[in-house]
């Protein structure tokens, strides 16, 4: 198990409502091509896509598995209560974990994944609590590593120890030019070129799945560094449309070659949790 200064941290009871479904933007979106589509947008309860299944298998503008969760403080469930966060059903038995931040008109939303059988249940004006406990988590023997993840989840990782390297488990090890910068602790996996796609395998990406990109340091804030590394979380769809591509929560950022990766089967969240299913 790693060592953290996880007994130092505040632990922070935050509640969060169900962001309401957007309206598309002028009825529709345009795709790569300029042709009009029409979709769903961003927000609410999605009751047929779940974390594991390929992001093209739903249409719609950044769809999120599960519950999209907006809290009073736009922005501050965004730092607070990063992946892995326990949340649960305000005065009700459902318990889940937040999967990460996603695109929401542009900031302030996470997505929270809970069984089934609880997603089928929620009508969408539930109160949600999330119990953080993350903020200024630190890897004692690899400092410049920066951490956006709960801890509870950090110990479940299988992760690898060698050569002064921490190794963690990805379904994708993405080179530099597939990354968009949508923001502090959010990245997206982007491209409008079919070849460069099919290279990476891209349309195999699945929601959930664990990236590296290489030479993208997001120790604070995006931008190419040679030798970096950023290992985030898939959380939606995406979308069609230039800039659309899914979105990708921040785990693990560091500006040398301390951090990596290594492509596993266990290199999605679904892998970690019971209400999950494999990819």
Same mark, same amino acid.
């Given at each position: 198990?790693?060592?953290?200064?996880?007994?130092?941290?505040?632990?922070?009871?935050?509640?969060?409502?169900?962001?309401?479904?957007?309206?598309?933007?002028?009825?529709?979106?345009?795709?790569?091509?300029?042709?009009?589509?029409?979709?769903?947008?961003?927000?609410?309860?999605?009751?047929?896509?779940?974390?594991?299944?390929?992001?093209?298998?739903?249409?719609?503008?950044?769809?999120?598995?599960?519950?999209?969760?907006?809290?009073?403080?736009?922005?501050?469930?965004?730092?607070?209560?990063?992946?892995?966060?326990?949340?649960?059903?305000?005065?009700?038995?459902?318990?889940?974990?937040?999967?990460?931040?996603?695109?929401?008109?542009?900031?302030?939303?996470?997505?929270?994944?809970?069984?089934?059988?609880?997603?089928?249940?929620?009508?969408?004006?539930?109160?949600?609590?999330?119990?953080?406990?993350?903020?200024?988590?630190?890897?004692?023997?690899?400092?410049?590593?920066?951490?956006?993840?709960?801890?509870?989840?950090?110990?479940?990782?299988?992760?690898?120890?060698?050569?002064?390297?921490?190794?963690?488990?990805?379904?994708?090890?993405?080179?530099?030019?597939?990354?968009?910068?949508?923001?502090?602790?959010?990245?997206?996996?982007?491209?409008?070129?079919?070849?460069?796609?099919?290279? &990476?395998?891209?349309?195999?990406?699945?929601?959930?799945?664990? $990236?590296? %990109?290489?030479?993208? !340091?997001? #120790?604070? *804030? /995006?931008?190419?560094?040679?030798?970096?590394?950023?290992?985030?979380?898939?959380?939606?769809?995406? &979308?069609?449309?230039?800039?659309?591509?899914?979105?990708?929560? $921040?785990? %693990?950022?560091?500006? !040398?070659? #301390?951090? *990596? /990766?290594?492509?596993?089967?266990?290199?999605?969240?679904?892998?970690?949790?019971?209400?999950?299913?494999?990819?």
């Amino acid at each position: 198990m790693l060592k953290t200064n996880r007994a130092k941290l505040p632990i922070l009871p935050l509640k969060a409502s169900v962001a309401e479904v957007k309206e598309p933007n002028y009825n529709g979106y345009l795709d790569i091509n300029g042709n009009g589509v029409l979709m769903t947008g961003p927000g609410g309860i999605c009751r047929n896509f779940k974390v594991g299944d390929r992001c093209d298998s739903i249409l719609g503008h950044h769809i999120v598995p599960g519950v999209c969760l907006k809290g009073a403080n736009d922005g501050a469930l965004t730092y607070y209560a990063p992946t892995g966060t326990p949340v649960s059903k305000c005065g009700g038995e459902a318990k889940g974990y937040v999967l990460g931040g996603c695109s929401y008109n542009g900031s302030g939303a996470i997505a929270a994944v809970f069984p089934e059988k609880d997603i089928l249940s929620f009508e969408g004006d539930e109160q949600f609590l999330l119990l953080c406990g993350s903020y200024g988590l630190r890897l004692e023997d690899y400092p410049s590593i920066v951490c956006h993840i709960h801890p509870d989840l950090l110990d479940k990782l299988p992760v690898k120890e060698e050569n002064g390297r921490l190794l963690f488990p990805v379904a994708k090890i993405l080179p530099e030019k597939y990354a968009g910068y949508l923001g502090a602790e959010q990245l997206s996996v982007l491209t409008s070129d079919a070849v460069t796609a099919a290279e &990476a395998e891209l349309e195999t990406l699945c929601v959930g799945d664990f $990236v590296m %990109f290489t030479d993208i !340091d997001h #120790t604070w *804030g /995006g931008a190419f560094l040679r030798g970096a590394a950023t290992i985030g979380i898939v959380t939606d769809n995406g &979308a069609c449309h230039v800039g659309g591509g899914p979105t990708v929560s $921040v785990l %693990f950022s560091s500006k !040398d070659s #301390t951090l *990596g /990766g290594y492509v596993s089967d266990m290199g999605n969240i679904a892998r970690y949790y019971e209400e999950g299913k494999e990819c």
